[in-house]
Antibody, heavy 121, light 107 residues
């Protein structure tokens, strides 16, 4: 079964650092881009960026460039999303999702279960 | 930057009725358009990609159409499990953008 399994919920204080993970299984992890998507409480979906685990090529949404770092360790089929200094406004559910390339386009076909990040003093 | 809009924000439909959801792009995205369904407490699920191709395992009552800037998701006969929020998403030149969503609820 193709799946992405994310790390568990986190509660952090403003200014702290954090790295959450997304482990792929059931497919060739190095052959598909992995994306990260933010969903703030009660709000819609926002694309943050994508990474190609095969060579760590990374593309960021302009809205998130410089705010987060996306990385991957292909040896353990895991992608990461990290913050160096969290803010209360980073409180959200974060999803990783596999990017499928088909019919000349790209979409997110397999999603992780989400990681809830709560930042509060 | 391509901006996606969706209408209506909320659509009230009775079970068995047809639902038509609209998505508009601020500039042409060709057929680089996908639709997702999200139920409360769940991750989104891919329904349609390439504007009109159903993803694996998606029932035939879901169909997508359009190209350029205007797109439609049609649910031919709403089932109880279809009440959810639906998002469109465009892909262009390594940038993905989601629309704000349409909530389909029970009339």
């Amino acid at each position: 079964e193709v799946q992405l399994v994310q790390s568990g919920a986190e509660v952090k204080k403003p200014g702290e650092s954090l790295k959450i993970s997304c482990k792929g299984s059931g497919y060739s992890f190095t052959s598909y881009w992995i994306g990260w998507v933010r969903q703030m409480p009660g709000k819609g979906l926002e694309w943050m960026g994508i990474i190609y685990p095969g060579d760590s090529d990374t593309r960021y949404s302009p809205s998130f460039q410089g705010q987060v770092t996306i990385s991957a360790d292909k040896s353990i089929s895991t992608a990461y999303l990290q913050w160096s200094s969290l803010k209360a406004s980073d409180t959200a559910m974060y999803y990783c999702a596999r990017v499928v390339a088909a019919a000349g386009t790209r979409a997110f076909d397999i999603w992780g279960q989400g990681t809830m990040v709560t930042v509060s003093s | 930057e391509i901006v996606m809009t969706q209408s209506p924000a909320t659509l009230s439909v009775s079970p068995g009725e047809r639902a038509t959801l609209s998505c508009r792009a601020s500039q042409s995205v060709s057929s680089n358009l996908a639709w997702y369904q999200q139920k409360p407490g769940q991750a989104p699920r891919l329904l349609i990609y390439g504007a009109s191709t159903r993803a694996t395992g998606i029932p035939a009552r879901f169909s997508g159409s359009g190209s350029g800037t205007e797109f439609t998701l049609t649910i031919s006969s709403l089932q109880s499990e279809d009440f959810a929020v639906y998002y469109c998403q465009q892909y262009n030149n390594w940038v993905f953008t989601f629309g704000p969503g349409t909530k389909v609820d029970i009339k």
